[in-house]
């Protein structure tokens, strides 16, 4: 089978044209626009300074060391790891420690990628899936101001959309240092107005970790076919992920400093994970009705087992404190929206469903992956229904306004293997969304803008009666958490070759987060504040250079007094990257980019702090005839600084029964070469 698809991929079209590339519109047919990414002028259209999209020329400039990293072409995302490349990335925005996504919303061809009541973390995001070559655009809205998107989006939302197909179909192979080997093959079958996608992508890697080889083995599997139907545009997607992997997990400072490990070992070095996600997703958009009318529906399977240590023997001292994390399930979804235009007023009405049917999600007690106890299993059925309002008015050549309502209802039904733990739970609750837009200047637009946000909570903590660990009584949680936003924000679309962008802005948040995965039962929370601003530059000098530079600066606090202190552990204050690209134009190309983020607190009182870092990340290469040749340095000048760094106790051999307190970290990976060879076709 595999062998036939890679047969249809390298087939070149029957007529021989040359395709251009085509943008899935399924939630948004109404626009006609040519996508150009950073470079496209949106005063007129956007609704907040803190929205933009990135198109296929910066997409592909930039050198990515995991998939994840996609997400760093939101202004001011942090795409970090803790864990091994299969995991999902850590991300941090706006003062938010996302964890794995949660407030956070992420859309890949109109699927959700936040995974509710995940056995790791609430609003599990794992990109992986994802096969970078085919990311036509994608579109970020930061800020709880958008009333098409609901669960997850308080800090902001982003929707990658997947090519319909390819100027020219691509081989490529890419090989690397520790055992780094990718190839990607694509093409685009058909003609007119009907295409088929296929693209294929496969990906091992050892890593450079002292102890353990990463062994990862992922198998990416991509076919979309888009044609004209019913006087509209229809397309079918079909996605298969495949991955298993072992974990360099983060370890604990004096683990180093006493010479047991070096920065790439491991206190356990039976740790990873396997996972699989299947899916099957469809969208129509077409003129129904005196409007548009777009409507998509998804099905999806997905399974996840990882095993992680993070403690080592603080609660298990003969045995180890391993732990699996189980989740299998099927989710299903749809939306249906009409959009109208009457006069100078738009109208877009639209619902949204989702069930969450999950077979398995537990948590339990290992030793060298195998079980030796059930700390908690459940079995979950989560549905949520979303229905959106929202009114555009263009007062004037000058002010517009945008007012959006939604109301969101969920119901939790937890069947646990500990009886009290089970229960039902529903709750709704509405938000409202308004924003003016003031363009006083061909050149300049304005925006004041608020949300009313809102995160679901892991449905297993909203019935929760008892601890799972120490058998104690616990209160069940609330299960929808509300956000509200405000923003002041201003874009200006200089001439065609600057653009810049500034946001000043505030986010409350009722709770953080409530239900701990890694433990199975529920965490005190306590309300938050964050405040701060933006600024972004982009450059486009010539047609051969480019450049942008985006900087965000965040005050984020607890809300409410307390002993412990009112610092949000992980909430990072400044964020600063910047990107140069050049094409010469004679084949030659080249792109560097730069990403820093500053110390910031690990425990309440602001007493511990995180080093901060820095990361540089640089690509060369040159295209001749239908072949291009491209070399990756990342992490160009080898940093040894950190990913990622948390403080808690850990218990390591011959301390203590309470072991000690200490900042565990993942390091950065060193300095690594990557050649990468295209034939295109």
């Known amino acids: 089978m595999l062998v036939s698809l890679l047969a249809a991929l390298v087939v070149s079209d029957a007529a021989g044209s040359q395709k251009m590339n085509g943008v899935m519109r399924a939630d948004e047919a109404v626009e006609e626009v040519s996508v150009v990414g950073r470079q496209l002028n949106l005063n007129g259209d956007a609704i907040s300074a803190s929205q933009g999209e990135v198109g296929p020329a910066e997409i592909s400039s930039w050198p990515l060391l995991r998939t994840g990293d996609l997400m760093e072409f939101v202004p001011g995302m942090v795409a970090t790891q803790h864990s091994g490349s299969g995991k999902a990335n850590q991300y941090f925005l706006r003062g938010f ?71 020219q179909g691509i081989a490529e192979l890419s090989l690397g240092e520790r055992g780094y080997r990718r190839g990607v093959v694509a093409n685009t079958l058909g003609s007119g107005s009907n295409d088929l996608l296929l693209a294929l992508e496969w990906q091992v890697y050892d890593g450079p970790w002292s102890d353990i080889s990463e062994d990862v083995n992922k198998l990416n599997l991509l076919g979309k076919y888009s044609l004209d139907l019913a006087g509209g545009r229809a397309q079918f997607t079909l996605m298969s992920y495949e991955n298993q992997w072992n974990s360099p997990d983060q370890i604990p400072e004096r683990a180093v400093a006493q010479g047991i490990i070096d920065p790439f070992g491991s206190l356990d070095t039976s740790l990873g994970g396997d996972t699989h996600r299947y899916s099957l997703s469809g969208g129509w958009s077409g003129a129904v009705a005196g409007g548009e009318l777009s409507l998509s529906g998804y099905a999806i399977d997905y399974d996840f087992t990882l095993w992680s240590n993070f403690t080592y023997a603080l609660e298990r001292p003969d045995k180890g404190d391993q732990f699996q994390q189980r989740d299998d399930r099927r989710i299903y979804g749809f939306e249906l929206a009409h959009q109208w235009q009457r006069e100078a007023a738009s109208w877009r009405l639209g619902i949204q469903g989702q069930r969450d049917d999950i077979d398995q999600v537990g948590l339990y007690q290992t030793r060298e992956r ?295 970290y993942h390091i950065f990976e060193p300095r690594a070469l990557r050649a990468s060879l295209r034939y295109s076709f």
Do not use: C
């Open 97 to 167: 420690n996302l964890d794995h996504g949660t407030d956070f919303a992420t859309f890949v061809e109109g699927m959700p990628v936040n995974l509710r009541s995940h056995g790791h973390g609430q609003g599990y995001t794992d990109l992986n899936f994802v096969i970078p070559e085919m990311v036509q655009r994608l579109r970020y809205r930061k800020g709880p101001y958008y009333a098409d998107v609901g669960d997850f989006s308080s800090a902001g939302s982003a929707h990658f959309f997947l090519a319909e197909e390819l100027d």
């Open 370 to 664: 195998a079980v030796l106890g059930t700390v908690r299993e459940d079995r979950v059925v989560e549905d949520s229904l979303g229905i959106f309002a929202v009114n555009e008015i263009q007062w004037s050549d000058t002010l517009r306004s945008y007012v959006g309502l939604r109301y969101d209802i969920y119901d939790f039904n937890v069947n646990a293997a500990l009886e009290a733990n089970s229960g039902r739970r529903s709750d709704g609750r509405p938000s409202l969304k308004a924003s003016l837009a003031w363009r006083p200047l061909p050149v300049s637009e304005f925006y004041l803008s608020y949300g009313q946000g809102l995160h679901s909570n892991d449905a297993r903590g909203t019935v929760i009666q008892v601890d799972p660990l120490t058998g104690e009584a616990v209160d069940a949680v609330d299960p929808l958490v509300a956000s509200r936003g405000f923003e002041l924000g201003a874009r200006h679309f200089v001439t065609d070759q600057l653009h810049a962008t500034v946001a000043l802005w505030q986010l409350d948040l009722d709770s953080e987060l409530l239900f701990v995965g890694d433990a199975g039962n529920t965490e005190a929370s306590r309300p938050s504040e964050r405040r701060g601003v933006e600024v972004g530059f982009y450059w486009f000098a010539s047609e051969q250079i480019s450049g942008e530079l985006e900087v965000s600066y965040t005050d984020g606090r607890f809300a409410d007094p307390d002993p412990a202190g009112v610092e949000i552990p992980g909430a990072i204050p400044l964020v600063a990257s910047a990107a140069l690209n050049y094409n010469a134009g004679d084949g030659w190309f080249a792109s560097l980019h730069l990403r820093h983020f500053s110390a910031y607190p690990l425990i309440e009182d602001g007493g511990v702090q995180s080093g901060g870092s820095s990361l540089v990340n640089l690509r060369v290469g040159r295209e001749f005839a239908a072949w291009r040749l491209q070399l990756d340095l990342l992490n160009a000048l080898d940093s040894k600084d950190r990913d990622v760094e948390y403080f808690y106790p850990s218990r390591l051999a011959g301390e203590s029964s309470d072991g000690a307190e200490d900042i565990h």
